[in-house]
């Protein structure tokens, strides 16, 4: 069995920067506080490997999230569509047990919804139903290899919480 964890990046500033466009935009500071957060929470979870989309609000999301474990930045995250994702995700080796993948939205949520199956956790399908705000994770249980992944168990779903 298989976890994989797909992760909004936190939030990023509104200023977009000179020549490297929305690309190049970074996290706000608040947006450092919710990726040090999902760290947390994801200790202990037994993540062996993260995907990031190559740009700089998920590569400074992934580094945030504290886990000490191989960032692999891909510039076929960056604003795709849950399909492209999943590509990304069925190339994974084997060995890696447990995988963050940290993308956008609207990739991160549609890939969330299709891959959810008929015994993911209401409660869980409720959270993500309507909105997926930055630093939003979902957890899922995959019951086959990496390579032929097309369905996983949604087990949890967690929203940044807000600060104060």
């Not at 957060?37 to 700089?56: D, F, P, Y």
């Not at 510039?75 to 993948?101: C, F, M, R």
């Not at 993308?103 to 949520?109: E, W």
Request: net charge positive; proline share 7%.
């Amino acid at each position: 069995m298989r976890t994989l964890h797909l992760l909004r990046h936190a939030e990023a500033s509104w200023q977009v920067p000179g020549p490297g466009g929305d690309h190049a935009r970074p996290l706000s500071a608040r947006g450092v506080q919710q990726a040090r957060g999902v760290g947390a929470h994801l200790r202990g979870a037994g993540v062996s490997l993260i995907l990031a989309s190559s740009a700089t609000r998920t590569m400074q999301t992934a580094e945030a999230l504290g886990l000490g474990v191989p960032i692999w930045s891909r510039d076929d995250i960056y604003n795709a569509g849950g399909t492209s994702i999943l590509e990304q995700i069925l190339t994974v080796p084997d060995g890696y047990a447990s995988v963050v993948v940290v993308g956008h939205a609207p990739g991160i949520p549609a890939l969330v919804h299709s891959l959810a199956d008929a015994s993911s956790d209401a409660a869980a399908r409720a959270i993500v139903a309507y909105r997926y705000p930055p630093a939003t994770l979902s957890t899922l249980t995959v019951h086959t290899r990496w390579a032929k992944l097309r369905a996983a168990t949604l087990v949890a779903a967690r929203i940044a919480p807000e600060p104060g």
